[in-house]
């Protein structure tokens, strides 16, 4: 199966997820280490840096400090030995002693693959994990397809994130208007245009070639270039018509259709992207608040409970996450009665349920018996019964009612439900 949109997406939250977890950890003295490896490096280095570490770190003069240190410095030599090269992508590792209430710290570990190359080797011993090269890949996981062409050359290439990456440039053989020699005008115009014609398709040709693999993860397509040629060659669909379909409206103007000229259509397309975003989001919250609005006919279901039961019985169409929800959904097991209970709720109120009483038999031997990140769950759920998952941002209006107003979580769904609570309160046959 290829990785579909919702892949994509699952693998955003759940990256971002971890970092938040990572970002969470404090040490109490400088006791967190951050190491960065990038692609290229070689373990051997990496490891013989790790020892002369480790030797510097004996002169710490906290004891507990120096014992926290060189006990997450061993540990990660234990860990990067682990690798006979870096991944694809480097990686990062995030070894210390992290504060758990007074006085008290325990060990954690998080070695995270990032979804994007490091181009970072770095090792930093400080109180925080250091995760500013990770934050940086977190926003913008977007790709784009990039063509900038005329009549005398192409330049195709992706924007991922922030970066731009060139796959390929072409020159063409069409004559220049000017260049023309003795032969009839009509006839030098008749050659012109065919080997335009010829330019066009080859150009159309690459960008299935290089953009047709890519077409889930592809948001759109954004096409530029200096004069009228773009628009000729869009009006004219010489795209691929699945490409076609992904082509941003307007075309951009740019002065060049080299490498350069990418990065200047990148430039002033940033503002249409960002509002493109923006706007896909909105609509769908809009399709929610109508389908709301109907009540009982209506296809939608908001907040956990009724979008859990929908789910359940296979009902949703799209499934809508605000991008901010963080929950769990966490197994609680009384030691004393056996008794088991599910909750969703967020992190932070996980200790505080096992704190309190066991529900049934009022002890306080609650422990955790099994924990699911709660949106990762759901992305499973929907895609176990062929719905899609969105995750919306909280930056629009919309997107901020769905966070506020129906818990972070929605659905559009493929028939009507009654509402949960509406079942709940009628009385049994
Ligand atoms: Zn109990």
Request: include cysteine; proline fraction near 5%.
């Amino acid at each position: 199966m290829s990785a579909s949109a919702a892949d994509l997406q699952l693998a955003r939250y759940s990256f971002q997820r971890k970092l938040d977890e990572i970002a969470a950890c404090k040490g109490r003295a400088t006791e967190l280490i951050s190491l960065y490896v990038s692609p290229g490096k070689q373990i051997s280095d990496v490891m013989s840096y790790l020892r002369n570490e480790y030797a510097q770190s004996s002169n710490i003069k906290s004891r507990t400090t120096r014992k926290n240190v060189m006990w997450a410095i061993e540990s990660l030599m234990g860990r990067v030995r682990g690798f006979k090269e870096p991944p694809r992508n480097g990686v990062a590792f995030f070894v210390g002693s992290k504060a758990v209430g007074a006085d008290k710290s325990e060990p954690v570990t998080f070695i995270v693959e990032p979804p994007e190359p490091l181009n970072t080797y770095l090792y930093r011993c400080d109180s925080t994990f250091f995760l500013d090269p990770l934050l940086a890949m977190v926003h913008e996981p977007d790709t784009w397809g990039l063509i900038v062409m005329d009549r005398a050359e192409v330049t195709i290439g992706l924007l991922r994130g922030k970066r731009v990456e060139p796959l390929r440039n072409r020159q063409s053989l069409v004559p220049s208007k000017h260049g023309r020699g003795g032969q009839s005008q009509h006839r030098f115009e008749r050659i012109i245009e065919h080997a335009a014609h010829e330019f066009f398709v080859k150009i159309a040709e690459m960008s299935g070639e290089l953009f047709l693999p890519r077409k889930e993860q592809l948001k759109g397509i954004l096409l530029g270039g200096p004069g009228a040629t773009k628009e000729y060659f869009y009006k004219e669909a010489y795209l691929q018509y699945e490409l076609q379909q992904k082509v941003v409206q307007p075309l951009f103007d740019t002065g060049y259709t080299d490498e350069y000229g990418l990065k200047e259509l990148v430039e002033k397309a940033t503002q249409t992207l960002h509002g493109l975003e923006i706007t896909e989001e909105k609509r769908l919250i809009q399709r929610l608040l109508n389908e709301i609005r109907k009540a009982e006919t209506g296809l939608a279901a908001y907040g956990p409970n009724d979008v859990q039961h929908a789910l359940e019985i296979g009902a949703v169409d799209t499934l809508v996450i605000s991008e901010g929800l963080r929950q769990q959904r966490v197994t609680f097991r009384c030691t004393s009665c056996q008794n088991q209970f599910d909750r969703t709720l967020p992190d932070a109120e996980i200790d505080v349920v096992l704190d309190g009483p066991c529900p049934k038999c009022g002890q306080r031997f609650l422990t955790e018996a099994a924990a699911e990140d709660y949106v990762e769950g759901l992305f499973r759920r929907a895609a176990d019964s062929g719905a899609q998952a969105r995750l919306v941002s909280t930056e629009s209006e919309e997107g901020e009612m769905l966070a506020k107003a129906f818990g972070g979580i929605a659905a559009i769904l493929r028939y009507p439900v009654a509402s949960t609570t509406a079942l709940r309160a009628r009385p049994p046959p």
